[in-house]
């Protein structure tokens, strides 16, 4: 194995002839590079900046704060939050317009709208979750079950796979006011049936809330057509929002006269400049806000939702989501074929799904050494993650990762693997 570039590996020469035949490949330009990242495996956690975000963001401070100050919030700002929600709605999630807003951490948003759906159940005593969940959801679960006196009901699924369609129909019952699961599993990357679980939910005549962290911008989410209640998603991943970018809360919209959330702002109300003695929430989805609405931090995913645009092709109005899930399996098919082929003999599994229907758009590999070599990889430029126990996510953002420097890291992988089985050999 050689990361010598006059030499390609045959995993680099596969790479090279599928790069070459991406009709997406064009866009891995727009994103801005850095000579110290040779091979950048973590979009699923952070996406890298958009290229026209420096002029966004020059632009907010240049012109739009600068030249039109406290002026701006009657013109453009105040109506960002729902704006944007209605962008990512029709471009990511399958959401028609006013049901989608972006505001607060995802983990404030879950808080909001496990109170808000607790709260329109109020005869129900349970709410269904699984123990394989990122742990800000189980965490902010446990919070609002001692808080409102709730049992959880804790479905424990095979990490390797994920919650799945009879798990569900097992745990939900009479009593059961919330469902609350991630769509795409953290670590293994498996896809769960979101159709398929809420209308079981709701034959039980539950609520559904599904987070979209490792969904949105990497899949077809269809909210709307799914019948789900609730979503939550963070923007710091496929949307490239930036470190602490704002999350987005979807609410259906037959929900929104009897969904109250706990966090009762001044800018979640009809009128916040009317500075009323009493709260009276907005209608709508802008109900959801709390504070004043984090416009800096909403600049950056806006270039990346004109990405997927653009990716849809030339009729303005579609989503690349089709196009950009096409890629999203290529990369991931390419990851655990290299595993197959070139890591297995150094004892190296792929975790999760081989099949392509329920594997999102990263894929974990588990090895005894890993959290080692992740730390020797980010040395070379080769940036994964690790996750406890002995899982490395190798994360792939289809419009910023190129199938070269996907295989580039690997062969950097496998020739640390080699060393150490050559070193413990001799
Ligand atoms: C599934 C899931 N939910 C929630 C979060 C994070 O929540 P927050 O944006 O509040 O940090 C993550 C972060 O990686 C995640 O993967």
Redesign the pocket.
């Known amino acids: 194995m050689t990361t010598n570039p006059t030499t390609l590996s045959p995993a680099a020469e596969r790479a090279a002839a599928l790069d070459a035949a991406d009709p997406l490949a064009r866009f891995r330009d727009r994103f801005v590079q850095h000579p110290d990242v040779v091979s950048y495996l973590d979009g699923n ?1 952070l996406g890298r900046p958009v290229a026209a975000t420096r002029e966004r963001l020059s632009g907010l401070v240049e012109t739009t704060w600068a030249g039109r100050l406290i002026r701006a919030w009657d013109e453009t700002w105040m109506d960002e939050p729902t704006r944007l929600g209605d962008t990512i709605g029709r471009l990511a999630i399958g959401a028609a317009p006013g049901q989608t807003v972006v505001a607060d ?4 948003l ?1 808080y909001k709208l496990v109170r808000a759906a607790l709260d329109a159940r109020p005869d129900r005593r349970e709410i269904v979750a699984d123990t394989e ?2 742990p ?2 189980r965490f902010i679960l446990e919070g609002v079950a001692a808080e409102t006196g709730r049992t959880i009901r804790w479905i424990e699924p095979d990490p390797a796979a994920g919650v799945s369609v009879d798990e569900v129909r097992a745990t939900a019952g009479p009593d059961t006011a919330l469902v609350l699961l ?1 769509h795409v599993a ?1 670590k293994s990357g498996y896809i769960a049936d979101m159709a398929a679980i809420t209308a079981v939910a709701h034959e039980a005549g539950a609520l559904v809330l599904w ?1 979209l ?2 969904s949105v911008g990497s899949i077809d989410v269809r909210l709307d057509q799914t019948g789900a209640d609730l979503a939550v998603g ?1 923007t ?2 496929y949307l490239n929002g930036g470190p602490g970018a704002p ?1 987005f809360a979807y609410v259906a919209e037959r929900l929104h006269d009897t969904i109250r959330q706990p966090i009762q702002g001044w800018l979640g109300t009809a009128d916040p400049f009317a500075m009323t003695e009493a709260y009276a929430p907005s209608p709508g989805i802008r109900q959801l806000i709390s504070g004043t609405p984090p416009i800096v931090g909403m600049q950056p995913m806006q270039d990346m939702l004109a990405l997927i645009e653009e990716a849809g092709g030339e009729r303005s109005g579609t989503t690349g989501i089709a196009a950009i899930r096409r890629k999203s399996l290529a990369l991931t098919d390419f990851v655990i074929d290299y595993a197959d082929e070139h890591l297995a003999r150094f004892g190296v599994r792929v975790i999760s799904p081989r099949d392509p229907a329920v594997r999102g758009s990263h894929v974990t590999l588990e090895h005894p050494d890993f959290r080692r070599l992740t730390a020797a990889l980010w040395e070379r430029g080769v940036i994964p993650d690790f996750r406890p126990p002995q899982g490395m996510r190798i994360g792939l953002s289809p419009l910023s990762t190129s199938f070269a420097e996907v295989a580039l890291g690997l062969d950097v992988l496998a020739e640390l693997l080699e060393r150490d089985a050559t070193t413990a050999d001799g």
């Open positions: 956690s951490s995802t983990s404030v879950l969940n990122f800000t959801d991630s953290f987070d962290c490792h963070c710091y991943k999350a």
